[in-house]
């Protein structure tokens, strides 16, 4: 089997519709990419955060660690949730009247969003200094939540940190470098459609990038996972705070994230499986069964004496 026969039977040769098919499913994967990347920017990018963290629930692990009080820690001034998007912390006052005009949402723009336990504190109660009927409690409410904090086991909150920290550069890095490339593949996806580029890149070699461009997105959104259970979450854990439902703290965003990731790993991949599956049947019909091959070498064989005889 030749090299073009081998591109052909690998559902890898020059095809238009193929070629379409990837540009939809980079144009899909981008957008995915681009909805993770803004989540919790801004108040209007808060619903797509990645994961939150509930303050009573907080507050109750961080009271049973460092054997503080609940009732400091838990105060009504602080927001009810905390939501972690790719590019800052939203802190969200009585989700149930988001709705109202009271400006109970507030965000802090950081890429990545490296944020600790006392610094959600401290964004989310400087957000509100100022308005009118609330009391400027910002240094005790932060004194509080930082005595209890120093508290903890020094040697498991370092490393939690530390993980924490590292795990939110790598899976940003990983966002925005999948970005670029699917970027990058979407012009010249779009470019390679024309009839106009005479050397245009081989549709395998776009096949491969977008794969990677996939695994780089799938890799980005399960180190979100990892840091999401690195950061103020541990605390619940190590206090042995009732698991909540999923989707109690995963975020749309999360979801968004997984999906894009499969969309250009799971779709490319059917699309060359179905490929494959039609050329490999269109070449078992073409081939002619056995019982005639043999046949036309019975008569073959018989028309050879014949023309001897003749002869």
């Not at 690998?10 to 519709?17: A, I, M, T, V």
């Not at 957008?31 to 955060?49: D, H, R």
């Not at 965003?253 to 779709?267: C, Q, T, W």
Request: net charge negative.
């Amino acid at each position: 089997m030749g090299d073009l026969d081998m591109r052909k039977a690998l559902g890898l040769s020059e095809s238009k519709g193929l070629r379409m098919w990837l540009l939809v499913t980079t144009l899909l994967g981008l957008a995915a990419n681009v909805i993770v990347l803004v989540s919790c920017a801004t108040p209007g990018t808060q619903p797509l955060y990645l994961y939150r963290v509930d303050r009573s629930r907080l507050a109750a692990a961080l009271a049973d660690l460092s054997d503080t009080g609940v009732w400091a820690l838990n105060d009504t001034s602080l927001p009810d949730h905390w939501y972690w998007g790719m590019s800052g912390l939203c802190a969200v006052w009585n989700p149930e009247e988001q709705s109202s005009e009271e400006g109970n949402v507030t965000c802090q723009q950081k890429f990545p969003p490296i944020f600790s336990i006392t610094d959600i504190v401290e964004i989310s109660l400087e957000s509100r200094e100022g308005e009118t009927g609330r009391v400027n409690n910002t240094a005790s409410m932060v004194a509080v939540w930082e005595e209890a904090y120093d508290r903890l086991p020094e040697d498991a909150r370092t490393e939690d940190e530390a993980a924490f920290v590292d795990l939110v550069k790598a899976s940003g890095a990983l966002a925005i470098l999948s970005a670029v490339v699917a970027f990058g593949l979407l012009a010249v996806s779009g470019a390679a459609m024309g009839e106009k580029w005479a050397k245009r890149p081989s549709l395998w070699l776009l096949y491969v990038v977008s794969v990677l461009d996939g695994a780089m997105m799938f890799g980005s959104a399960v180190l979100a996972v990892l840091a999401m259970n690195k950061g103020p979450r541990w605390a619940l854990e190590a206090a042995d705070i009732r698991a909540e439902l999923v989707g109690d703290f995963v975020g749309p965003g999360l979801y968004v994230f997984f999906a894009g990731a499969l969309i250009k790993l799971g779709v490319v991949a059917m699309a060359v499986a179905a490929v494959v599956v039609v050329n490999l049947a269109a070449s078992l019909r073409a081939k002619p069964p056995p019982d005639e091959e043999k046949v036309e070498e019975k008569a073959e064989g018989a028309e050879a004496p014949a023309a001897e005889a003749s002869s």
